[in-house]
């Protein structure tokens, strides 16, 4: 195991990649919202009581901070305050235009959803400076990034960084050992920050990103806002081939096999969507890493 030369990330930076609000407990917001949702219908306490069917006192104790209710009872009280359930424990410090901007959202056909957010991004973010080329490779285990990022950034004449070997060194440990030490939790948040500086650092490179990092919301948000992405898509059994190949010490024998397949087609269709919002795709069937790497290249010019 290597010598840690750096702390977990500050809380206020792991708290936002968890998407959670540690600044205050959940049952003082659940409290605080529940008082504000309340006042805006103008409703009384009786009133909520009365339209949930939850008991004045319980909702004295919620609305007091001290009470930790059920789901079930929760949806009572979303439904009586006519609004979603999320609503209820909602993180509202943005305010009031986001709720609305949430709501206009919703009621987008979801097809539109991607050309919107391109939208967004366009009009309101940093606009890139002119010479910046920042590529990156997403996809699951085995896609070929770490291949292919090297071959593309010789072709492009581009620095490559791996952003598995930046948190490697950011963390002074093996991405199995942080996984150890810290759980997923830990290493999304060493990804973040890694990510991060990687992105203030380079204004042009090729990065060949971790497979997971599409599953954790604002930084994969901040990856696709920064970087022309690209994803290596590739059938279940091709990414099960490629890692078998590295001789995997996880899929030594034929169940660890069995499992690490399930695995890998489980993850693959979670991830398909999130993967699926990269910029390009490029399906590796059949392709060698060379070809891969051509055609990436050949598209980006395009
Ligand atoms: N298009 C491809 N066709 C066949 N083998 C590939 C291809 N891309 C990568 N490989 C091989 O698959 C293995 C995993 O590739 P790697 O680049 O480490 O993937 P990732 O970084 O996405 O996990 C390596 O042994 C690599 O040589
Ligand atoms: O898919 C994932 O969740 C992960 C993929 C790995 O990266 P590679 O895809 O580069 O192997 C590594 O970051 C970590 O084990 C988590
Ligand atoms: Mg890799």
């Known amino acids: 195991m290597g010598s840690r030369n750096s702390a977990l990330p500050d809380a206020p930076a792991a708290t936002r990649v968890l998407g959670h609000d540690d600044d205050e407990p959940l049952l003082a917001r659940l409290a605080r919202r529940l008082r504000k949702l309340r006042a805006e219908r103008g409703m009384t306490r009786r009133q909520l009581a009365e339209q949930s069917g939850v008991s004045l006192p319980h909702i004295a104790r919620i609305e007091g901070g001290e009470g930790n209710v059920s789901v079930l009872l929760l949806d009572k009280l979303a439904q009586a305050l006519n609004c979603p359930l999320a609503e209820v424990v909602a993180d509202d410090r943005a305010g009031d235009e986001i709720a609305l901007i949430n709501e206009f959202l919703h009621r987008q056909p979801a097809q539109r959803l991607g050309t919107i957010r391109h939208w967004l991004v366009e009009e309101f973010a940093t606009a890139p400076e002119a010479g910046d080329r920042r590529i990156a490779l997403v996809g699951l285990r085995g896609a070929g990034k770490s291949t292919v990022s090297a071959l593309l950034a010789k072709r492009l004449d581009l620095p490559v960084v791996e952003l598995n070997r930046e948190i490697e060194r950011e963390a002074g440990l093996k991405v199995h050992e942080i996984f150890t030490l810290y759980g997923q939790t830990g290493f999304r948040q060493f990804e973040r920050r890694c990510l991060e500086r990687v992105l203030a650092q380079h204004r042009s490179l090729v990065l060949a990103t971790a497979g997971g990092i599409v599953a954790e919301r604002p930084t994969y948000e901040l990856l696709l806002r920064h970087c022309t992405t690209v994803w290596l898509k590739a059938a279940p059994e091709a990414h099960f081939a490629r890692v078998a190949g590295q001789n995997d010490a996880r899929i030594a024998n034929q169940r660890l096999r069995r499992e690490a397949l399930n695995n890998i087609n489980r993850t693959l269709t979670a991830r398909e969507d999130l993967y699926r919002m990269a910029n390009l795709c ?21």
């Open 282 to 302: 490029v399906d590796t069937t059949g392709l060698s890493p060379e070809a891969v790497a051509r055609e990436i290249a050949a598209r980006l010019t395009k």
